[in-house]
Each structure stands twice: as C-alpha cells, then as structure tokens.
C-alpha cells in the first residue's frame, strides 16, 4: 500500500466531518489529486485492520463509515512530527 495515501487517507479522517465512507474518501483523495492510485475501500479496510480506523457496517456492508481511531491519530502526529523535524521546523 502506498504510505502517501495512507496517511492522506488518516489526515482526511482526522478532520471533523460527518460520516466518511470509501467513496467520500475516493472523492476527497481525487481533489487532492490522488484519485484512482489505489482501491480505497481495500485501503480503508486495510487501516481498520491495523487498528488505525474504525469500519462501522450500520445495515450496508458495503458502504462502511470510518473513522480515525486513537492509534490512527498517534501514528498521523508521529508522521507530522518527522515531516517538520525533516523540514528544518522542529529540533531533533
């Protein structure tokens, strides 16, 4: 899997929007410029099952909402941190 969509797909999840489920996300990534780089629901599921998101299934198994879990988070600032460290914004 593509780490850059990864963690695109967990900054987008980290913003306070209402339900997200893969088409939002292939929609959002797509904006960005990201669209149609990878199958986003077999990414999602993927960070669900690293404990990175949540998959909520309500009645349609097909079309899960997600959300970011506290894990999902850790890992985005520990990106963040290195990103700015790397940058020259942040001391080592």
């Given at each position: 899997m593509n780490?850059?969509?990864k963690i695109e797909i967990?900054?987008?999840l980290s913003k306070p929007e209402t339900s997200w489920n893969w088409y939002k996300i292939d929609?959002?990534?797509s904006a960005r410029g990201l669209g149609g780089k990878c199958?986003?629901?077999e990414v999602?599921?993927?960070?669900?099952?690293?404990g990175l998101l949540t998959a909520?299934?309500?009645?349609n198994p097909a079309m899960p909402t997600y959300?970011?879990?506290v894990n999902g988070r850790r890992l985005l600032a520990n990106y963040?941190?290195?990103t700015l460290r790397s940058a020259g914004f942040l001391r080592r």
């Amino acid at each position: 899997m593509n780490e850059d969509i990864k963690i695109e797909i967990l900054k987008l999840l980290s913003k306070p929007e209402t339900s997200w489920n893969w088409y939002k996300i292939d929609r959002a990534l797509s904006a960005r410029g990201l669209g149609g780089k990878c199958n986003v629901a077999e990414v999602a599921n993927s960070l669900a099952k690293e404990g990175l998101l949540t998959a909520d299934v309500h009645n349609n198994p097909a079309m899960p909402t997600y959300s970011i879990t506290v894990n999902g988070r850790r890992l985005l600032a520990n990106y963040e941190g290195r990103t700015l460290r790397s940058a020259g914004f942040l001391r080592r």
